[in-house]
């Protein structure tokens, strides 16, 4: 802790008149009484600012549960084929300090190249954008479940779970989070609207794309086309994919830098490192019903082929379960299909061996700079799995900058990456717009 400084009485002025006598013995006005008063009223004078903000930011968030459900309905009629297009938008008023934000639906495409719609939110900060617009920071989530209950957005704090947002925010970004496909989105019975798409990677990153194309359609957001990619988890897995697949999908947009925190980078080794406990059961609950339904037209894709029938038993409920508000339901759930969940070995058994492989990242190169932060006790996403993916992407001539933080897990490496992460983008992406 700062000492307090203390100021002495001041001599008189060269040649001016001493002090008078009735001033002595009381504080002078630089005294450490008088300064520790100033401060303590100014700190309480900034802490009831703080606090009032942060209450008219919980009633905001209550105030929009009330007709939460209804802004997520699928609109009747034909969803717009151009990629991208901004379907719906409503103003938030739980918004962080100094900041504006929207929930959005908009159109995208899914594997199959069939028109889609998906939620998200747009949050930038207050102030004025460079002439030439934001940068725009696409946020890739970690897994939250594939229910349309589990989307980020639909949260009561839509923003908590945008790791590293204020940073992003500092800067002058606008920041845009996509929930995914299958997430969000319902049919008017409360149904899911779409595929589910959990680790399919072309189609969360075209996810994560046709979220900036939307996020650019709401003036005050005064969107840019240079972007910055960043997720975590599945979020990484995104974050790559939409590197990749950019400059086919929206040659438009500019990547001027992709940031990933133990990202779900390799999904044979991820699945391989998982196949007798709990991580593997509930990570394949969500995956392995998605990629049955996205590529249903593939021999031997089916459910069948690769799960047991007590897991396929188990599966719609594991499914119907958002990831953190439920873990222990699914583990309780999942633990007995521990060691019977799988009848063989889909990282080496077909379909679904090519299946891992092609939701892989490291097909096709990046042309930006890469960010790759790992935890050392990340029990997930195993350190020697991400080392593996840096050492391909630096074989392929990727600039890329791998970061392994001491002591943090797999829950908490976005956030302990970020001191790192904005030295990074202080490097790479200048500041525009921020305070």
């Known amino acids: 802790m700062a000492e307090t400084p203390s100021n002495p009485p001041q001599e008189p002025p060269l040649g001016g008149p001493p002090k008078p006598p009735h001033t002595l013995g009381r504080a002078a006005s630089g005294s450490p009484k008088r300064i520790v008063a100033f401060v303590v009223t100014g700190a309480l004078a900034v802490a009831a600012v703080l606090l009032g903000a942060e209450v008219l930011r919980v009633s905001g968030d209550t105030i929009e549960q009330g007709d939460l459900a209804a802004f997520y309905v699928q609109p009747d009629g034909d969803i717009p084929t151009e990629p991208g297009t901004l379907v719906r938008s409503e103003q938030l008023f739980g918004t962080p300090i100094g900041s504006q934000a929207w929930r959005i639906l908009y159109s995208s495409t899914d594997l199959h190249g069939a028109p889609v719609l998906l939620s998200g939110v747009v949050v930038v900060p207050d102030g004025e954008a460079p002439a030439d617009g934001r940068t725009v920071l696409a946020w890739g989530h970690p897994t939250t479940g594939t229910d349309p209950s589990c989307a980020p957005s639909r949260a009561f704090d839509p923003f908590i779970g945008i790791e590293g947002m204020r940073l992003m925010l500092d800067r002058g970004y606008a920041v845009v989070a996509t929930d995914y496909l299958g997430m969000g989105v319902t049919t008017a019975d409360g149904a899911q609207a779409g595929q589910d798409s959990y680790l399919v990677g072309e189609t969360a990153a075209r996810s994560m794309l046709d979220s900036v194309r939307a996020a650019q359609q709401i003036d005050p957001v005064q969107a840019g086309d240079d972007v910055v990619l960043w997720g975590h988890s599945q979020g990484g897995q995104a974050a790559l994919f939409a590197a990749q697949e950019a400059p086919s999908y929206a040659p438009e947009l500019t990547i001027a830098a992709v940031a990933v925190a133990a990202p779900a980078a390799d999904l044979t080794?991820?699945?391989?490192?998982?196949?007798?406990?709990?991580?593997?059961?509930?990570?394949?609950?969500?995956?392995?019903?998605?990629?049955?339904?996205?590529?249903?037209?593939?021999?031997?894709?089916?459910?069948?082929?690769?799960?047991?029938?007590?897991?396929?038993?188990?599966?719609?409920?594991?499914?119907?379960?958002?990831?953190?508000?439920?873990?222990?339901?699914?583990?309780?759930?999942?633990?007995?299909?521990?060691?019977?969940?799988?009848?063989?070995?889909?990282?080496?058994?077909?379909?679904?061996?090519?299946?891992?492989?092609?939701?892989?990242?490291?097909?096709?190169?990046?042309?930006?700079?890469?960010?790759?932060?790992?935890?050392?006790?990340?029990?997930?996403?195993?350190?020697?799995?991400?080392?593996?993916?840096?050492?391909?992407?630096?074989?392929?001539?990727?600039?890329?900058?791998?970061?392994?933080?001491?002591?943090?897990?797999?829950?908490?490496?976005?956030?302990?990456?970020?001191?790192e992460l904005e030295r990074w983008l202080e490097w790479h992406v200048p500041t525009n717009g921020g305070p």
């Open 269 to 419: 080794r991820l699945m391989g490192s998982h196949l007798d406990d709990i991580s593997g059961v509930t990570i394949g609950s969500y995956a392995f019903p998605a990629f049955a339904e996205v590529y249903a037209s593939v021999p031997g894709a089916e459910l069948s082929s690769i799960l047991t029938p007590a897991a396929i038993d188990r599966a719609p409920q594991m499914n119907s379960l958002c990831l953190m508000s439920s873990l222990t339901e699914l583990h309780d759930i999942g633990q007995p299909l521990v060691g019977e969940f799988t009848l063989s070995d889909p990282t080496t058994a077909e379909p679904w061996a090519t299946l891992l492989r092609d939701n892989s990242a490291g097909s096709k190169g990046i042309d930006a700079p890469l960010f790759v932060a790992q935890g050392s006790a990340d029990e997930l996403v195993l350190p020697a799995d991400t080392a593996a993916f840096v050492a391909h992407e630096e074989s392929i001539g990727i600039e890329v900058h791998a970061v392994t933080v001491p002591g943090a897990s797999h829950g908490t490496i976005a956030y302990e990456a970020l001191p």
